[in-house]
């Protein structure tokens, strides 16, 4: 059974203080591994797609990176409206379906 | 905006009542999902559709009935709410082309009494 893990729960940073979240996975035959964004009373917001240890993926302050077990999201110099909970979540074997972790809420204050 | 739309966004129901969430998509991506989310739980997939008049079953599909009569609608279907139910639901597409990538639509809350 697929499971993906993430950690920590919540994070609270200062504005422009840098931090990482991790993603941690075991899937049989990982097709992609998946972070999303999501603000609140809204639908995940698509960031990154990884698809094999090493890779990695950059969009503004945000940096994807992959290895065999896990994956973190760095968030470098972040602003207030980076605040979101960011999901993570890997498809496997033969078939699309997504497992998802529980998500890390981000809060940045000013 | 990823083309998903859901209806209705908000909905309050009371137990043993029948209920249909719909999703519709305005292109025609044969890969169609629904997933619920709950505190606790994240995003567990319900049901999903590769096609038209093709459905399988996701992790949690007791309670819920899906169809697909054509590509762009894929309605889910509670055929007698239960108070468990009450949860926020998403309906997502796959991005067809070389990557797996799914896109969410804006979600409908549902509530059971």
């Known amino acids: 059974e697929d499971q993906v893990t993430q950690s920590p729960e919540a994070l609270r940073l200062q504005e422009g203080e840098s931090s990482s979240l991790n993603c941690s996975y075991t899937?049989?035959?990982?097709?992609?591994l998946f972070w999303y964004r999501q603000d609140p009373g809204k639908g995940p917001e698509f960031l990154f797609t990884l698809y094999s240890a090493g890779e990695e993926k950059e969009k503004e302050r945000l940096k994807a990176t992959l290895t065999k077990k896990e994956s973190f999201l760095h968030i470098t110099a972040p602003k207030p409206e980076d605040s979101a909970t960011y999901l993570c979540?890997?498809?496997?074997?033969?078939?699309?379906?997504?497992?998802f972790g529980k998500g890390t809420l981000l809060t940045v204050n000013p | 905006d990823a083309g998903i739309t859901q209806s209705p966004r908000y909905k309050i129901t009371e137990t043993g009542r029948q209920v249909t969430l719909m999703c519709h998509q305005t292109w025609s991506h044969s890969y169609m999902f629904w997933y619920r989310q709950d505190l606790g739980h994240g995003l567990r997939l319900i049901y999903y559709?590769?096609?038209?008049?093709?459905?399988d079953k996701g992790e949690v599909p007791d309670g819920y009935v899906v169809s697909r009569s054509k590509t762009e609608n894929f309605p889910l279907t509670l055929e007698s709410a239960t108070r468990s139910q009450t949860s926020v639901y998403f309906c997502?597409?796959?991005?067809?082309?070389?990557?797996?990538?799914?896109?969410f639509g804006p979600g409908t809350r549902l509530t059971v009494l």
């Open positions: 899937v049989s035959g990982l097709r992609g």
């Open positions: 559709s590769a096609a038209a008049d093709i459905t």
């Open positions: 979540a890997t498809s496997g074997g033969s078939n699309y379906k997504l497992t």
């Open positions: 997502a597409i796959l991005a067809s082309g070389t990557t797996d990538t799914q896109y």
